[in-house]
Nanobody
Framework: QLQASGGGLVQAGGSLRLSCAAS????????MAWFRQAPGKEREFVAG????????DYADSVKGRFTISKDNAKNTVSLQMSSLKPEDTAVYYC?????????????????????WGQGTLVTVSS
């Protein structure tokens, strides 16, 4: 099970840090990603990292503002979000996929992920 936390209400320009923890499963060898879904829109890829944390990827819309990090010792993955904009408002989900190959080829596709967290709401006011 994945548990996402850290969402909340923040003013534009502010920061938030989301965390995703696993219970009953080690995330060490899983590639991880954050997706988000705004009302009336499809779920979209935000950021991802390989199992080691050595390689990261970002959607163009968040590059330079968001940072994903994976801590295998703590069995967590985090998303540091800065310079938040109203258009970042969404429910944010963490996801895990075991196959590094699948992640490298299809990281932006929701259907390839093995596990999902329940989502945490981020609201950015203008």
């Amino acid at each position: 099970q994945l548990q996402a936390s850290g969402g909340g209400l923040v003013q534009a320009g502010g920061s938030l840090r989301l965390s995703c923890a696993a219970s009953g499963r080690t995330l060490t060898y899983y590639s991880m990603a954050w997706f988000r879904q705004a009302p009336g829109k499809e779920r979209e890829f935000v950021a991802g990292t390989t199992w080691s944390g050595g390689s990261t990827d970002y959607a163009d819309s968040v590059k330079g503002r968001f940072t994903i990090s994976k801590d295998n010792a703590k069995n967590t993955v985090s998303l540091q979000m800065s310079s938040l904009k109203p258009e970042d408002t969404a429910v944010y989900y963490c996801a895990a996929v075991y196959s590094s190959y699948v992640y490298s080829q299809n990281r932006t596709q929701t259907e390839v992920y093995d596990y999902w967290g329940q989502g945490t709401l981020v609201t950015v006011s203008s």
